[in-house]
């Protein structure tokens, strides 16, 4: 079942906000010393080169981050991740939201990044080897209401699901809902795609209905080539740490003058 690839993807509008948002949460995080456990729940390969003939393929990056990096203040933890994903791995290395995490986060700080697709998962484990980190080859959403609440319990969880199944919409409301009851102070942030059919709002208005704080935070962009159904990229945040508003409105202003 698992067709999914991110390598035809990496670097496209919708990581270029998923990633900003991930990296501007994980440097808020991080300004206080305490400890903190990070999940992933669907984490991909976490590194990706975006010369490689897959990515040329759909040249998705040419309209994502080769397009909207340049507009970012240079300071913004999303370029500093950028930069030195190029400094270690070469002018077209990506990275995926596992390797911002490790490059982000500290000694103290736990990582549990689930990858099921057996490709994905050996690539996985290469990106992570250098930070010491193991990788799980298990079901995420298992994994993150077996491992919750977790030790520390400060912590974010990224859901990124690749949605190639009708059914990923449908379960994760009462998921995540199940998994704030158990881990009330968690950073749970799930991505999903805007297409032009609008399948993301039965889930996020159920989504809404059970976590009444949820923030929530969607960019428009210009499909990546005519006939492309994904026009935004969405993210829903519980818990969202203070400032995330301000800083998702600087991500809207960056689309909407560059991206649409
Ligand atoms: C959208 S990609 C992840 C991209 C990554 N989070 C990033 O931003 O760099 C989704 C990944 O989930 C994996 N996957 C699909 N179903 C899964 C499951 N049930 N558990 C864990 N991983 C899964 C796919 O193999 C794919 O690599």
């Not at 990858?115 to 484990?125: D, R, S």
């Not at 319990?153 to 949605?163: A, E, N, T």
């Not at 400032?243 to 909407?256: E, Q």
Request: glycine content about 6%; charged content about 20%.
């Amino acid at each position: 079942m698992l067709s999914y690839q991110h390598l035809y993807h990496a670097g496209n509008p919708a990581d270029v906000h998923k990633h900003a948002l991930l990296a501007w949460v994980l440097d808020y995080l991080t300004q206080k010393p305490k400890p903190l456990s990070y999940f992933e729940t669907h984490s991909g390969r976490g590194l990706y080169q975006l010369d490689a003939p897959e990515a040329l393929k759909t040249g998705e990056a040419a309209a994502g981050v080769n397009r909207l990096a340049p507009y970012f203040p240079e300071d913004h933890p999303y370029i500093k991740t950028l930069e030195k994903t190029c400094a270690d791995h070469g002018p077209h290395a990506y990275p995926g939201s596992p390797l911002i995490a490790a490059q982000m986060l500290r000694d103290t700080d736990p990582l549990h990044l689930a990858e099921l697709h057996p490709g994905e998962y050996a690539c996985l484990q290469d990106t992570m080897a250098p930070f010491r980190i193991t990788p799980i080859q298990e079901d995420g959403l298992q994994m993150a209401l077996a491992r919750t609440p977790p030790s520390p319990r400060r912590g974010v969880m990224l859901i990124d699901p690749s949605y190639e199944v009708k059914a990923d919409y449908e379960i994760l409301p009462k998921l995540i809902a199940d998994l704030h009851r158990k881990w009330n102070v968690g950073v749970v942030m799930l991505w999903y795609p805007v297409l032009q059919d609008a399948r993301h709002k039965p889930m996020v208005q159920a989504l809404s209905q059970a976590i009444p704080d949820l923030f929530l935070h969607q960019v428009d962009f210009a499909p990546v080539r005519p006939g492309h159904g994904m026009n935004g990229s969405g993210m829903a945040v519980i818990n969202p740490p203070y400032g995330l508003d301000a800083a998702a409105k600087t991500l809207s202003d960056l689309f909407h003058t560059y991206a649409t």
